[in-house]
């Protein structure tokens, strides 16, 4: 009798066990979904293509939280440069905690651009980042609380605020300078680009 309300004991504490580590999985994954108090989709969809949650996080600016950014792609990947030339369909999303205005977000843009991008990288896109300061500027106010998505596709580059299309880019090129602003040696946000990467 002994024997048998041991081996129920067992039982019972490898069963508490075991939803306890379920409920700590959730509330890990969770917390890993949340920025700031702004839920993080765990997948994107980006033309035909599916894609999943690399990495998210906060970025700020002289102490102030800007936006919450979150990286999706293809499948989970850590580094960096990986990404940047990766052929496949991508998103960075950025969820704005903060109004921002078109002067201050082109003006953080254009140095993310111009510290992750050698002369050359930079001439070769001046094109098509006239056309993104275009976009930029018409966006005119970003309020707090509004998504800008950057879809970038072997096709060019999507931009959107809050589900209303501001324009398209063409070029695989500008696809790979706009990723090293926050995936360069020289990230806007040094902390949000590890978050961006899941390290």
């Not at 700031?36 to 970025?59: F, M, Y």
């Not at 109004?99 to 050359?120: R, Y």
Request: aromatic share 6%.
């Amino acid at each position: 009798m002994k024997s048998r309300f041991s081996k129920l004991g067992v039982k019972q504490a490898l069963a508490q066990s075991s939803i306890f580590a379920i409920l700590l999985a959730l509330t890990i994954s969770a917390q890993a979904l949340e920025v700031k108090g702004v839920k993080i989709d765990e997948t994107a969809q980006v033309g035909s293509s599916t894609l999943v949650l690399n990495g998210a996080g906060l970025r700020t600016k002289m102490m102030f939280k800007v936006y919450a950014g979150a990286l999706y792609l293809p499948q989970k990947q850590s580094d960096a440069n990986a990404v940047i030339n990766d052929h496949g369909n991508k998103r960075i999303s950025m969820h704005f905690l903060r109004d921002v205005s078109s002067e201050q977000l082109l003006d953080g843009m254009n140095e993310g651009f111009a510290d992750n991008n050698t002369q050359a990288e930079m001439t070769s896109i001046d094109a098509q980042m006239k056309i993104f300061q275009k976009m930029m500027v018409s966006a005119k106010e970003v309020k707090e609380g509004d998504v800008i998505l950057l879809d970038c596709t072997t096709a060019g580059t999507q931009v959107s605020l809050n589900g209303r299309l501001l324009g398209k880019i063409d070029g695989e090129l500008f696809n790979q300078a706009l990723l090293r602003v926050w995936l360069g040696d020289h990230a806007v946000d040094t902390s949000l680009k590890k978050s961006l990467l899941g390290q």
